[in-house]
Every structure is written in C-alpha cells, then in structure tokens.
C-alpha cells in the first residue's frame, strides 16, 4: 500500500506558510525581532496576524474579481488555493499547470502586502506616514505600565528621580534623562550634582538585569487662581492695547 505522507503533513505546513510566515514577514517589518520574547508567543501572535492579513487578502482579490466580472477565474481560484492547501503544491500542478502559477502568484502578492502593510505601520508609528504628518510629532504607545507612567509625568511636565536595583546589587540613582518608549528599552538616568556643570549620564537597558525599578516625584498641586486677579489682568491687557499706537 502506497502511502503519501504529504496529504498528513500538508495542511500544518499550509499554515505555515499562509499563516505564520506572513505574520512573521510582517512583523519584522513593523518593528524588528530585537525585542526578547518566548518563542511561542511570537509564533501565536504571528500566526493571528498572517491569519488576518490572509483573511484581507481574499476579500481583496475576491472584491476585484466581482468587479471586474472575472468570477469563473475567481471560482477556479478558490478551487486551487483549497488544493494547495488540502494535497499540497505537487497535487496542483499535477491538476491544471495554469491555475498552479495563479495561485502560486496570489501567494506572492501576500507575501509582498505582509512587508508592505509591515512597513507601512512602522512609518505611522514613527509619525513618517501618511507624508503630510512627518512634521508632526511621532506618536508614542504605551505598552507597559512604566510607559503610562511616564507618559502622565510627561504631559505634567514633572522629572521624576529613579532608583535603578540590577540583580547583582548595585544601585544606579538619579533624575530620569530620557527614556525610550520602543524595543529596545532604554533609560537615560543623569546621576551628576545639580551644583556642577558637568554631567553624569547613565544609559540603562531595561533588560532582564533589572530587579527593581523605582520612580520618585511629587505630584504638581494645582494653583487656584482669584477670579478678581484673572478679571483684572485680562481688563488691564485689554486696556493696554488700545492705548498703544
């Protein structure tokens, strides 16, 4: 008995490649492979994006088909992606060599959208696309409760002191310089004495080195303002500048 192991192992590997391959493509073109993560995650969360992407895909290409009126090529399409998927590339090019380089070509255009629609998110994370935002400021996300944090000291213009505890047991103290919100994590601490010129600027990575991280500040109170003081203020300016030339 003549057994084609292929037809058992053909569909994970149709996964594979219309699934994990393309999310991995677009992943490293949305942000790189520099963040340090389980490998099981990144092939769960690569296979949920290629398994997207897939999805808009064939409602593209089946949308320009019923368009353009082209549905029996559309019909026979369907017909050899779910061959290549059930009996693999072997059984469909055995079966109709001019619907194999079809769906062997729609295979190529999913791959080319992963890198493209990868990229296209690193510029609009980076504020580099559409091109009439690159003069805006790049937009910052939040991925961890450190990023919320400092996003809200950020907007209230408040510097907080950090005390940095590596595993080893040394303490890396001061003001917090700069920080970066992207892979990899990266904060700036200026350890130097207020009363000196000179600086001392500590560049840390937020690794696994890291045992403990702190942050110190005081929350701004907010002022109350008299309402006569403001009235007052706004009817002198009013008064001022009628009275210059």
Known sequence: MDLDITKW?????????????PGLMYIWAAK????????????????????????FTLVLWSTIGIVFHQTEKLANFFNGLIILIFN????????????AFTTVYYVGVFYCLSLILGYLS?????GRFP???????????ADSFLDVELLRLRERKVVPQVII????????????????????REMAVDSGNEARLTRHIVI??????????ELLFEE??????NPLVVTGKFISGIVRNRASP
């Open 32 to 55: 790189g492979f520099r963040e340090k993560r389980p490998v099981y995650s990144l092939v769960i969360d690569a296979f949920m994006v290629g398994l997207l992407l897939s999805l």
């Open 165 to 184: 505890t590596l595993k080893n047991g040394e303490k890396i103290r001061g003001k917090c310089y700069s920080y970066t919100f992207t892979e990899p």
């Open 9 to 21: 192992i053909n569909l994970p590997g149709a996964l594979i490649y219309l699934c994990i391959f």
């Open 220 to 225: 701004p109170t907010k002022k109350w303002k």
């Open 204 to 213: 840390v990575k937020l690794d696994e080195n890291i045992e403990r991280l």
């Open 131 to 141: 091109p009439w935002k690159r003069g805006q400021q790049p937009r910052i996300f």
């Open 88 to 99: 693999g590339i072997r059984v469909l090019f055995e079966r109709s060599i001019s619907l």
């Open 122 to 126: 690193r510029l609009l994370k980076e």
